[in-house]
């Protein structure tokens, strides 16, 4: 636990544990694969998602806390640390639980299997060996260890398998263990042909395939015990920015060490032998706890394959197509025409991000356009805007691209869309030295008549049309002569290195907006003190940076009143006596992923005191003191009230998908007699 030295009057507050706090995410996450009115095949999906979650937790979260912990030597961390290995553990062997005994049997009851060797018939035996000796057995090199076939490298999170041999080899050796990698190019779940399938949908695993004829691989020798493992490694990319010229080429060369990064947790099957499991646990230099025992496959993720060929539309949610916003936009007019007029809002995925996508084609083929500048975050491998950005360029408009290149496990592609966009003429820059650039924007500059006029958009989540479907984002398009400008000034100031000239309307970390949402929160206190309206309603991602919570907790000892839609992880314990009485924290875990930041302030009656911001920034140091962020102020009353009416409101009634923490860090499933799920209430709004 963590205290908040802030103020003596808050020192005996006792903040909740980040890495704890992730856990209690992904718990509610799992929760979602229990519930029976989530479709079966989303249950497994949940399932699979939390599996990624966990390998991102111990390739980061808990990578980190690792090496504070080394650093410091700290004991306490140690045990907070071992606490959290614990919890790990527990969410991980419930996750199985779940998988084995509850999903896997309700799809049995649906006709939908994975198909274990001891359970396959002799006709699919034999497809399975005429799969592995055509695609399987050409990829696979088994390696037998001794002193001139050393342990080799394995990557971070492939699937490999460990074999004691019995007997001796080619030269008379007793050498008894050898690996085999598993290629990464092979299909992880494969689907049986139908007239194989008895009536059923039917799958392999390829891991089995491997399991059915590993034997095979080792000729003249008896496989006496095996195990499927994985290893994940720390993955954060190791550059210095102040010591390299190129941050791009030092990236690209750090790349590929990431899959031989320092070993952090060790999964095995739980059949496997001690005798291999603490072999493995010695190569990688890792103590007992961190090895899992897993009852299934070894990495869930991979069910997703299982998921997308699964054919059974009544097992997954309902297609939901966003739809475009006709009223505010119509399609027979140019998108700045409708833009010059009034501001306009976009709620995704409930809304179409197709209009951001036509925004900028309009863009690129307008004439009088000359110049767009954009940030990107994470766009994907694929993406329609950044080959839009290139068609610019190419087409001879002034073309600025703020690249993030350490955007965490999409510093590939990235540096892909980088290159590709400096080879056709686009100015590319990286950003600033130390801080990650996460604000969203994107600015076009068009000639009307004798005059320059500027649009932007701005957005709560990344330029990216795929997960524009899945997460919940605002973005929000103007012409206003002052937001633009103000966002002309970051580009200008991202790109020059000039020191930022004070927007009028934009917040910009870490200039400004950490201090001016902690004097907004000082103005709710105010206003509490006085006996005025003090109201505060936030929804981030995460909360954990100290010096917002100390305002928050402030503000509720001032006796304003305060909800916190927090998505994932919360450090702050609501409802202490004497601390957090008048705060609530609440999360919402449904089938969209929560990730819309929205920050609403009242400090009195009148409605000159009240402000409502969108933002890319959730409220975490890192955020805040780290990054290039942005949040901007709703001031057109109709929009202001529509963000409430949307984002806010119902997430406070829902009572399906909501849950309350508590003092101790728990998390408590709302059970309402409202029956309002806020996604659901907005899938049928639109």
Same mark, same amino acid.
């Given at each position: 636990?963590?205290?908040?030295?802030?103020?003596?009057?808050?020192?005996?507050?006792?903040?909740?544990?980040?890495?704890?706090?992730i856990?209690?995410?992904?718990?509610?996450?799992?929760?979602?694969?229990r519930?029976?009115?989530?479709?079966?095949?989303?249950?497994?999906r949940y399932?699979?998602?939390?599996?990624?979650?966990?390998?991102e937790?111990?390739e980061?979260?808990?990578?980190?806390?690792?090496?504070?912990?080394i650093?410091?030597?700290s004991?306490t961390?140690?045990?907070?640390?071992?606490v959290?290995?614990?919890?790990?553990?527990?969410l991980?062997?419930q996750q199985?639980?779940?998988?084995?005994?509850e999903?896997?049997?309700?799809?049995?009851?649906?006709?939908?299997?994975i198909?274990?060797?001891?359970?396959?018939?002799?006709a699919?035996?034999?497809?399975?060996?005429q799969?592995f000796h055509?695609?399987v057995h050409?990829?696979?090199?088994?390696?037998g260890?001794?002193?001139?076939?050393?342990?080799?490298?394995?990557a971070?999170?492939?699937l490999?398998?460990?074999?004691?041999?019995?007997g001796?080899d080619?030269?008379?050796?007793e050498?008894?263990?050898?690996? #085999?990698?598993v290629?990464?190019? *092979? %299909? =992880?779940v494969?689907? +049986?042909?139908?007239?194989? !399938? @008895?009536?059923?949908?039917a799958?392999?695993?390829?891991s089995?395939?491997i399991?059915?004829?590993l034997?095979?691989?080792?000729p003249?020798?008896?496989v006496?015990?095996?195990?499927?493992?994985?290893v994940?490694r720390?993955?954060?990319?190791?550059?210095?920015?102040?010591?390299?010229?190129?941050?791009?080429?030092?990236?690209?060369?750090?790349?590929?060490?990431r899959?031989?990064?320092?070993?952090?947790?060790l999964e095995?099957?739980?059949?496997?032998?001690?005798?291999?499991?603490?072999?493995l646990?010695s190569?990688?230099?890792?103590?007992?706890a961190a090895?899992?025992?897993?009852?299934?496959?070894?990495?869930?993720?991979?069910?997703?394959?299982?998921?997308?060929?699964?054919?059974?539309?009544k097992?997954?949610?309902?297609?939901?197509?966003? #739809?475009?916003?006709?009223?505010? *936009? %119509? =399609?027979?007019?140019p +998108?700045?025409?409708s833009? !010059? @007029?009034?501001?306009?809002?976009?709620?995704?995925?409930?809304?179409?991000?197709?209009?951001?996508?036509?925004?900028?084609?309009e863009?690129?083929?307008?004439?009088?356009?000359?110049?767009i500048?954009?940030?990107?975050?994470?766009?994907?491998?694929?993406?329609?805007?950044?080959?839009?950005?290139i068609?610019?360029?190419?087409?001879?408009?002034?073309?600025?691209?703020?690249?993030?290149?350490?955007?965490?496990f999409?510093?590939?592609?990235?540096?892909?869309w980088?290159?590709?966009?400096e080879?056709?003429?686009?100015?590319v820059?990286y950003g600033?030295?130390?801080?990650?650039t996460?604000?969203?924007?994107?600015?076009?500059?068009?000639?009307?008549?004798?005059r320059?006029v500027?649009?932007?958009?701005?957005?709560?989540?990344?330029?990216?049309?795929?997960?524009?479907?899945?997460?919940?984002d605002?973005?929000?398009f103007?012409a206003d002569?002052?937001?633009?400008?103000?966002a002309e000034?970051?580009?200008?100031?991202?790109?020059?290195?000039?020191?930022?000239?004070?927007?009028?309307?934009l917040?910009?970390a870490?200039?400004?907006l950490?201090?001016?949402?902690?004097?907004l929160l000082?103005?709710?206190a105010?206003?509490?003190r006085?006996?005025?309206?003090?109201?505060?309603?936030a929804k981030?991602?995460?909360?954990?940076?100290p010096?917002?919570?100390?305002?928050?907790?402030?503000?509720?000892q001032a006796g304003?009143?305060?909800?916190?839609?927090?998505?994932?992880?919360?450090?702050?314990p609501?409802?202490?006596?004497?601390?957090?009485?008048n705060i609530r924290?609440?999360?919402v875990?449904?089938?969209?992923?929560e990730?819309?930041?929205v920050?609403?302030?009242?400090?009195?009656?009148?409605?000159?005191?009240?402000?409502?911001y969108?933002?890319?920034?959730?409220?975490?140091?890192?955020?805040?003191?780290?990054?290039?962020?942005?949040a901007?102020?709703?001031?057109?009353?109709?929009?202001?009230q529509?963000?409430i009416?949307?984002?806010?409101?119902?997430?406070?009634?829902?009572d399906?998908?909501?849950w309350?923490l508590?003092?101790?860090g728990?998390y408590?499933?709302?059970?309402g007699?409202?029956?309002?799920?806020?996604?659901?209430?907005?899938?049928?709004?639109?």
């Amino acid at each position: 636990m963590h205290g908040m030295p802030e103020s003596d009057s808050q020192q005996r507050l006792t903040l909740l544990n980040r890495e704890r706090a992730i856990l209690a995410f992904n718990r509610r996450v799992l929760a979602q694969a229990r519930r029976n009115d989530v479709p079966l095949l989303e249950r497994l999906r949940y399932v699979c998602i939390v599996s990624s979650n966990m390998d991102e937790f111990f390739e980061v979260r808990f990578a980190d806390a690792l090496e504070a912990a080394i650093e410091t030597g700290s004991n306490t961390t140690r045990s907070e640390l071992a606490v959290v290995a614990g919890e790990a553990h527990e969410l991980i062997d419930q996750q199985y639980a779940i998988f084995n005994d509850e999903l896997m049997p309700a799809l049995a009851a649906h006709g939908i299997v994975i198909v274990n060797h001891a359970d396959r018939n002799e006709a699919q035996r034999k497809w399975v060996s005429q799969l592995f000796h055509r695609e399987v057995h050409p990829l696979l090199t088994p390696l037998g260890l001794d002193p001139a076939h050393p342990f080799p490298q394995v990557a971070n999170k492939s699937l490999n398998f460990i074999a004691q041999l019995g007997g001796m080899d080619a030269f008379g050796r007793e050498n008894s263990i050898a690996i #085999v990698k598993v290629p990464r190019a *092979l %299909p =992880r779940v494969m689907r +049986l042909p139908d007239r194989l !399938a @008895e009536g059923k949908q039917a799958f392999v695993l390829l891991s089995s395939v491997i399991r059915a004829h590993l034997g095979e691989l080792f000729p003249g020798r008896i496989v006496e015990a095996f195990s499927q493992f994985r290893v994940t490694r720390d993955s954060d990319l190791d550059v210095d920015e102040d010591e390299v010229t190129d941050l791009r080429k030092a990236l690209r060369s750090e790349l590929s060490a990431r899959h031989y990064g320092r070993a952090i947790r060790l999964e095995v099957v739980n059949t496997c032998p001690e005798v291999l499991s603490n072999f493995l646990l010695s190569q990688y230099g890792l103590p007992e706890a961190a090895l899992h025992r897993v009852n299934g496959p070894v990495n869930l993720v991979r069910l997703n394959s299982l998921i997308d060929q699964a054919h059974a539309p009544k097992l997954r949610f309902k297609p939901h197509e966003p #739809v475009w916003p006709h009223g505010r *936009l %119509p =399609r027979t007019r140019p +998108l700045m025409a409708s833009i !010059a @007029e009034r501001d306009i809002l976009l709620h995704h995925p409930f809304e179409s991000f197709e209009p951001v996508v036509q925004f900028l084609r309009e863009a690129v083929n307008d004439p009088q356009v000359l110049a767009i500048k954009q940030t990107i975050y994470r766009t994907g491998s694929e993406s329609v805007l950044m080959e839009l950005l290139i068609e610019a360029a190419q087409r001879g408009k002034e073309v600025l691209v703020v690249v993030e290149l350490k955007a965490r496990f999409d510093e590939e592609a990235n540096i892909n869309w980088a290159e590709r966009l400096e080879a056709v003429g686009a100015q590319v820059v990286y950003g600033i030295v130390g801080l990650k650039t996460h604000a969203k924007l994107l600015l076009v500059t068009r000639k009307q008549g004798q005059r320059m006029v500027r649009y932007v958009h701005l957005s709560t989540g990344n330029y990216n049309p795929k997960t524009a479907r899945l997460y919940t984002d605002v973005g929000y398009f103007s012409a206003d002569p002052d937001l633009t400008a103000d966002a002309e000034g970051v580009f200008q100031h991202l790109a020059s290195l000039n020191t930022l000239r004070t927007p009028k309307h934009l917040l910009v970390a870490p200039s400004n907006l950490h201090a001016q949402m902690v004097a907004l929160l000082g103005r709710v206190a105010q206003a509490a003190r006085d006996g005025q309206p003090a109201r505060v309603v936030a929804k981030f991602n995460a909360l954990t940076d100290p010096g917002l919570i100390a305002a928050l907790v402030a503000a509720s000892q001032a006796g304003a009143d305060i909800d916190l839609i927090v998505r994932g992880a919360c450090m702050l314990p609501p409802g202490v006596a004497g601390y957090t009485d008048n705060i609530r924290v609440r999360s919402v875990v449904g089938r969209f992923l929560e990730h819309s930041r929205v920050f609403y302030f009242r400090w009195g009656a009148r409605e000159s005191q009240e402000a409502l911001y969108l933002s890319s920034a959730d409220w975490m140091s890192r955020n805040m003191h780290g990054r290039i962020e942005i949040a901007w102020p709703v001031r057109d009353p109709t929009l202001r009230q529509r963000v409430i009416d949307e984002c806010l409101v119902p997430y406070l009634r829902d009572d399906i998908d909501a849950w309350t923490l508590d003092a101790h860090g728990g998390y408590v499933a709302v059970q309402g007699p409202g029956g309002l799920s806020a996604q659901r209430a907005l899938v049928r709004r639109y």
